[in-house]
């Protein structure tokens, strides 16, 4: 796992994108997993201008998000590929047909989840999978007690996710209790995994998925299991981190053919 602290919220949003861009652009024919989230709006809203305005293109790439709720249809304005449409899709030269989230109204779950996987596998699998990290540390909606080998499921919302989400239904009431996500199998079989987390907020469970034991009740914990994760974090969000002096001075002293800045 590599750890780059940023000095602030723009530095790192910039970092992710121009990840994002450097590997599409050697590999146009990209397989990249996508996360929805307050998170992930800056780094599309610089994936959208760097389209416009340097001729990132899209036309080859194949998407796959990590999740969507069960029982929205897509046009909900609180549905994930509602998102993701206002968010990237409709501003980028990506073919619909190229974009791929998990089916939220599927009559049958466990087939869709199948398809889901087999479509990754068809492809050669995620060359890199965007992240951020809930409150509670999960990754996707794997929830706290979610298998490190899980795959593509649906799982139960934890009653802190329905809190915290259920605002933006207007009546909270109306949110739904379950998701089609990503297993954490299925994301640490991605060839990159690259997670972004700004603010102060997610200090805590920062240092708790990066620093503490790898655990299923922190999801996020089993990056460190994968041997290219990339995390970058805001100063605020790498406040309570104890070796932060020592992934600064891992990265400036890496040699320039291997920085990602």
Not at 101 to 118: H, N, R, V, Y
């Given at each position: 796992m590599e750890i780059i602290i940023q000095p602030?919220?723009?530095?790192?949003?910039?970092?992710?994108a121009r990840i994002v861009d450097r590997r599409i652009r050697e590999k146009p024919k990209f397989v990249l997993g996508l996360a929805t989230g307050r998170t992930m709006e800056p780094v599309y809203a610089e994936l959208v201008r760097r389209h416009r305005e340097e001729g990132l293109d899209f036309s080859q790439v194949h998407t796959f998000n990590l999740d969507e709720y069960?029982?929205?249809?897509?046009?909900?304005?609180?549905?994930?590929?509602?998102?993701?449409n206002q968010q990237l899709f409709d501003h980028i030269n990506i073919p619909p047909a190229n974009t791929r989230?998990?089916?939220?109204?599927?009559?049958?779950?466990?087939?869709?989840?199948?398809?889901?996987?087999?479509e990754i596998a068809a492809l050669g699998g995620v060359d890199l999978q965007l992240l951020g990290i809930g409150s509670d540390g999960h990754i996707g909606f794997n929830e706290p007690m979610s298998a490190i080998?899980?795959?593509t499921?649906?799982?139960?919302?934890?009653?802190?996710?329905?809190?915290?989400?259920?605002?933006?239904?207007?009546?909270?009431?109306?949110?739904p209790k379950h998701a089609l996500t990503m297993g954490v199998g299925t994301i640490l079989e991605s060839e990159q995994c690259l997670m972004l987390v700004t603010g102060a907020g997610?200090?805590?469970?920062?240092?708790?998925?990066?620093?503490?034991?790898?655990?299923?009740?922190?999801t996020a914990?089993?990056?460190?299991?994968?041997?290219?994760?990339?995390?970058?974090?805001d100063e605020a969000a790498a406040a309570k981190?104890?070796?932060?002096?020592?992934?600064?001075?891992?990265?400036?002293?890496?040699?320039?053919?291997?920085?990602l800045d």
């Open positions: 602030d919220k723009a530095a790192a949003v910039d970092l992710t069960v029982g929205l249809p897509p046009e909900h304005d609180q549905s994930y590929r509602y998102f993701m989230l998990p089916d939220g109204m599927a009559t049958d779950i466990p087939a869709e989840c199948a398809a889901f996987e087999a080998r899980s795959r499921r649906i799982k139960t919302l934890t009653r802190e996710t329905v809190e915290q989400n259920g605002p933006l239904f207007g009546d909270p009431g109306l949110m997610k200090a805590d469970i920062v240092a708790e998925a990066l620093e503490g034991p790898i655990s299923s009740m922190v914990s089993a990056l460190q299991l994968h041997p290219r994760t990339v995390v970058i974090l981190l104890t070796r932060s002096d020592y992934y600064r001075w891992t990265y400036d002293n890496k040699p320039a053919w291997q920085r």
